[in-house]
């Protein structure tokens, strides 16, 4: 679909595992499985990587993806948000391919899980809904209403939030999920107006957490390898 624009955010000097998204995960680099996901779902003409780093540039070039500017410095040190360098890269690629996009994809490269289908059916759902933001997420393990606690300014230790009527079994506590940093979804209005993915039209799509590993540690990055290599036994 032309009318939806595909980014991938990957700078340069990444934390808490060296060289991330070009580190290679069972042969290919981090960042080449969201790219190929990107192009398999069939609903973007341009996949467009923004990133600080000619070496991340070069591998995403590689695996399919379009790399015509580079991220100014301002949007890629560690206190800059990611959606200022998402708005970039949309205005970017319609100056660059000289068209309007109606909507925007984005991908975090560090979630590799995900499938072609996660996308396309997000999307759709995204449509259906007429939603003007969608994020995914999974059903959290431990919720705020049975199992996470706080410590308050006396350090007296509570749940993080506590019901009217207290209850025994976490299965009888609202549902709650984890977000799961893997497709987020704008309408062009919304990537260029709300500063939060939160607002009273933001839509949830459900992954399961097999898919929603968002690699942050040299253990996520372990774990993700373990899974892939078990799912091609």
């Avoid at 259906?128 to 007296?156: Q, V």
């Avoid at 609202?174 to 940093?181: F, L, R, V």
Wanted: charged letters at 30%; aromatic letters at 10%.
């Amino acid at each position: 679909m032309s009318e939806a624009l595909c980014t991938i955010c990957a700078r340069g000097g990444s934390k808490g595992v060296k060289n991330k998204n070009i580190k290679e995960l069972c042969g290919k680099p981090l960042i080449a499985y969201s790219i190929e996901q990107a192009r398999a779902c069939g609903l973007f003409e341009h996949v467009v990587l923004s990133t600080d780093s000619d070496e991340i540039a070069s591998v995403a070039i590689k695996y399919g993806a379009e790399v015509f500017f580079k991220r100014g410095a301002e949007l890629a040190s560690d206190t800059a948000g990611k959606i200022p360098a998402i708005r970039d890269a949309f205005l970017r690629s319609e100056e660059h391919f000289g068209k309007e996009f109606k909507y925007l994809v984005d991908l975090d490269a560090t979630s590799p899980l995900r499938l072609p289908s996660d996308i396309t059916a997000a999307f759709e759902q995204f449509l259906k809904d007429k939603n003007d933001i969608l994020i995914t997420a999974m059903p959290s393990r431990r919720s705020p209403y049975f199992n996470l606690i706080e410590l308050d300014e006396r350090g007296k230790v509570g749940l993080s939030k506590p019901l009217a009527k207290s209850i025994l079994r976490r299965q009888d506590a609202p549902k709650t999920y984890d977000m799961n940093a893997s497709i987020y979804i704008w309408t062009k209005r919304a990537i260029l107006e709300c500063n939060s993915v939160f607002t009273e039209r933001t839509g949830l799509y459900v992954m399961p957490e097999i898919r929603s590993i968002d690699i942050d540690s040299e253990l996520d990055f372990d774990f993700v390898e373990f899974i892939i290599r078990k799912q091609k036994c």
